[in-house]
């Protein structure tokens, strides 16, 4: 039984959507808090036709947010040039210092985190997602809310 209950759940339409008429993946970008039957709790992020899949592949990501280092949770404020200086743009981008960054917003407030997952070695993958709400998506990253 894999009954979900959704926890948080925002979506913002990205400022570059209408460029998108024939990229419909692009439409919605969003953030999911969900939590299983079993307890296990997950992050999804990122853009969709109406809002992020909650299957890892190009556009979309997610994790479980025990497989998320709580030490490097952090907020911030991005301007249009921080966002085109260190990332190149808008929408899914990988900038020089090794950080996916999910840029739905010309500038505005993100929270950045580093996601751990064991195999062969550990693996660290450090993310910037957009997000209305920075302050308390970092709490539930930190494991502040679990409920």
């Not at 979309?60 to 260190?86: F, K, M, R």
């Not at 929408?91 to 996916?100: A, D, E, I, L, N």
């Not at 999910?102 to 929270?111: D, I, M, R, S, W």
Request: aromatic share 16%; hydrophobic share 35%.
């Amino acid at each position: 039984n894999r009954t979900t209950t959704t926890l948080y759940s925002e979506t913002i339409t990205p400022w570059f959507a209408p460029l998108t008429f024939f990229l419909p993946m692009f439409y919605q970008y969003g953030i999911i808090i969900d939590k299983l039957a079993d307890g296990k709790v997950f992050l999804s992020f990122g853009y969709g036709f109406s809002g992020p899949s909650k299957s890892n592949n190009f556009i979309s990501h997610t994790t479980l947010l025990a497989n998320i280092d709580p030490s490097t949770v952090v907020t911030g404020d991005a301007s249009w040039q921080d966002n085109l200086y260190n990332f190149g743009g808008w929408g899914v981008r990988y900038g020089c210092g090794g950080t996916w960054a999910y840029n739905a917003t010309l500038a505005g407030p993100y929270c950045e985190f580093v996601e751990t997952r064991e195999g062969g070695g550990s693996e660290r993958t450090r993310y910037r997602i957009v997000t209305k709400n920075p302050e308390l998506i970092a709490r539930w990253l930190r494991g502040e809310i679990t409920e």
